[in-house]
């Protein structure tokens, strides 16, 4: 039986590995102006947007090719230096952070969309091209890139948390829509995961492996993904209730109807208040839904029909619709600039973020419950849901120069994950482990999942150097 779950420390164990000059020398001669040590950049690579500190990396190299990251990798493995690969920095549990020293490895130049295969429904790109900037280039082929986490993060990135979104219910997460990786290996081999084929039965499924692996197992410098048609037809909506339990049982009604709503997400009162007030909108300041649906025109009309009578049967109310893409971003706006608008809520605070995601069947228990007790302790959060799929996110208003209220949001974390295992769920749904969930996991897989786990680790890295102290202590 695995002890109670306790909150963890916002200050991870630092264990800072010497670095050979000579290191920096190599790199420095290899790389030129693309290998910095300015205080500014080694710090810029040194946070993410969790709360959780460390020293920054002692150098930055900025990749521009996949030999390049073979070349930093391989100096690396020579002296037994840390790297850890960066994309754009959005990450939440501290996956970034250099806890062992060690060299920052900047993916964001390698931004090019190297095929795009509209009669395959493929797309072949590197590892810094960013959601965005995939939709953008793939827009005019009639297609799109459905996975979509909120912030504008890089492929890459979301490859290596396994990140999903608002778009999960439909469309998946990266781990079902990724087809193939090229990875440099911590020797600084350059290997080839998965084809271009929707499935296959060859061998161990190394793609899958990788896809989550917070780079700890490889760095990423090439992806195959899996594009879709752009809908017939999209229809967005937003809905108000008068209580967040209402909005939480419309929600696993509709999942369990089998409406194949496209997007399905939560805001409480508290949450709706300050996206008005960081984005000067007018929505009733109570529980929202926000919800999209896909497919032909009769098909859209058929599961809106569905969507409004479930609706209806839990009081909502106040239904606003957008058919265009300038109304529907409206309409988004809200649910994409939540976190924002929380931090810019409190000025000068951290932001300790948190989801878990459960069976639809407990969502109401999961979420409820974790609202109810935010509010008791009466430190200020946030809170939205990728609810169609029975996973949510905690954000909890800190000042960072209170210990009390940083010991305050650490437990309600704890307490919300324990819940979250004791319902059949998961301590994260789409963050990832990093530094800040690394206790967790072991409640949640058990000693001899993550001995498993470590075996892998050990095996493929066998000196420790690829994002080291990520996801569990070696």
């Given at each position: 039986?695995?002890?109670?779950?306790?909150?963890?420390s916002?200050?991870?164990?630092?264990?800072?590995?010497?670095?050979?000059?000579?290191?920096?020398?190599?790199?420095?001669?290899?790389?030129?102006?693309?290998?910095?040590?300015?205080?500014?950049?080694?710090?810029?690579?040194?946070?993410?947007?969790?709360?959780?500190q460390?020293?920054?990396?002692?150098?930055?190299?900025?990749?521009?090719?996949?030999?390049?990251?073979?070349?930093?990798?391989?100096?690396?493995?020579?002296y037994?230096?840390?790297?850890?690969?960066?994309g754009?920095?959005s990450?939440?549990?501290?996956?970034?952070?250099?806890?062992?020293?060690?060299i920052?490895?900047?993916v964001?130049?390698m931004?090019?969309v190297?095929?795009?295969?509209?009669?395959?429904?493929?797309?072949?790109?590197?590892?810094?091209?960013?959601?965005?900037?995939?939709?953008?280039?793939?827009k005019?082929?009639?297609?799109?890139?459905?996975?979509?986490?909120?912030?504008?993060?890089?492929l890459?990135?979301?490859?290596a948390?396994?990140?999903?979104?608002?778009?999960?219910?439909?469309?998946?997460?990266?781990r079902?829509?990724?087809?193939?990786?090229?990875?440099?290996?911590?020797?600084?081999?350059?290997?080839?995961t998965?084809?271009g084929?929707?499935?296959?039965?060859?061998?161990?499924?190394?793609?899958?492996?990788?896809?989550?692996?917070?780079?700890?197992?490889g760095?990423?410098?090439?992806?195959?993904?899996?594009?879709?048609?752009?809908p017939?037809?999209?229809?967005?909506?937003?809905?108000?209730?008068?209580s967040?339990?209402?909005?939480?049982?419309?929600?696993?009604?509709?999942?369990?109807?089998?409406?194949?709503?496209?997007?399905?997400?939560?805001?409480?009162?508290?949450?709706?208040?300050m996206?008005?007030?960081?984005?000067?909108?007018?929505?009733a300041?109570?529980?929202?839904?926000?919800?999209?649906?896909?497919?032909?025109?009769?098909?859209?009309?058929?599961?809106?029909?569905?969507?409004?009578?479930?609706?209806k049967?839990?009081?909502?109310?106040?239904f606003?619709?957008?058919?265009?893409?300038?109304?529907?971003?409206?309409?988004?706006?809200?649910?994409?600039?939540?976190?924002?608008?929380g931090?810019?809520?409190?000025p000068?605070c951290?932001?300790?973020t948190?989801?878990?995601?459960?069976p639809?069947?407990?969502?109401?228990d999961?979420?409820?419950?974790?609202?109810?007790?935010?509010?008791?302790?009466?430190?200020?959060?946030?809170?939205?849901?990728?609810?169609?799929?029975?996973?949510?996110?905690?954000?909890y208003?800190?000042?960072p120069?209170?210990?009390?209220?940083?010991?305050?949001?650490?437990?309600?974390n704890a307490?919300?994950?324990?819940?979250?295992?004791?319902?059949?769920?998961?301590?994260?749904?789409?963050?990832?482990?990093?530094?800040?969930?690394?206790?967790?996991?072991?409640h949640?897989?058990g000693?001899?999942?993550?001995?498993?786990?470590?075996?892998?680790?050990?095996a493929?890295?066998?000196h420790?150097?690829?994002?080291?102290?990520?996801?569990?202590?070696?």
């Amino acid at each position: 039986m695995n002890a109670p779950l306790v909150a963890a420390s916002l200050m991870p164990s630092i264990a800072q590995r010497a670095i050979a000059p000579a290191f920096l020398e190599q790199l420095q001669a290899r790389f030129g102006p693309q290998c910095s040590t300015a205080m500014v950049v080694r710090e810029q690579h040194g946070r993410d947007e969790s709360a959780m500190q460390a020293p920054p990396p002692v150098a930055v190299v900025f990749a521009e090719s996949t030999d390049d990251v073979a070349a930093a990798v391989q100096l690396a493995a020579q002296y037994h230096a840390p790297v850890i690969p960066f994309g754009v920095g959005s990450s939440l549990e501290g996956h970034l952070l250099a806890v062992q020293g060690g060299i920052s490895l900047d993916v964001s130049r390698m931004n090019k969309v190297l095929s795009i295969n509209a009669d395959d429904l493929t797309v072949t790109l590197q590892p810094g091209v960013t959601r965005k900037q995939l939709n953008e280039e793939v827009k005019s082929a009639g297609l799109f890139f459905p996975i979509d986490p909120g912030a504008d993060a890089s492929l890459g990135g979301m490859c290596a948390t396994r990140a999903s979104g608002t778009n999960a219910v439909r469309y998946g997460t990266m781990r079902e829509n990724v087809l193939a990786l090229q990875v440099v290996t911590a020797s600084g081999e350059v290997i080839r995961t998965g084809t271009g084929a929707k499935k296959s039965s060859a061998g161990y499924d190394l793609t899958r492996l990788m896809v989550g692996s917070e780079g700890t197992l490889g760095v990423i410098t090439e992806i195959t993904l899996k594009l879709y048609p752009l809908p017939e037809a999209v229809m967005a909506a937003t809905c108000a209730f008068s209580s967040l339990a209402d909005a939480v049982n419309t929600t696993i009604q509709i999942i369990q109807l089998g409406v194949p709503i496209a997007r399905c997400e939560l805001l409480d009162g508290n949450t709706v208040r300050m996206v008005n007030q960081h984005s000067k909108l007018g929505l009733a300041e109570g529980p929202m839904m926000l919800m999209e649906f896909h497919g032909s025109p009769a098909g859209v009309q058929e599961q809106i029909a569905t969507v409004q009578e479930i609706v209806k049967d839990n009081h909502g109310h106040g239904f606003q619709w957008a058919d265009t893409p300038e109304e529907r971003t409206r309409l988004w706006t809200a649910r994409h600039n939540a976190y924002f608008a929380g931090v810019q809520s409190r000025p000068g605070c951290r932001c300790i973020t948190t989801d878990t995601c459960v069976p639809i069947s407990k969502l109401a228990d999961a979420l409820l419950d974790s609202v109810d007790e935010a509010n008791a302790a009466g430190i200020p959060y946030f809170m939205v849901g990728h609810v169609g799929d029975g996973n949510f996110h905690m954000g909890y208003l800190i000042d960072p120069d209170n210990a009390q209220e940083r010991d305050t949001a650490e437990q309600l974390n704890a307490q919300l994950v324990a819940r979250a295992l004791r319902l059949g769920g998961t301590c994260t749904g789409e963050h990832g482990v990093g530094l800040h969930k690394m206790e967790f996991l072991v409640h949640e897989a058990g000693a001899g999942a993550v001995a498993m786990m470590r075996a892998i680790k050990q095996a493929l890295d066998p000196h420790n150097i690829l994002n080291p102290g990520k996801i569990f202590a070696l």
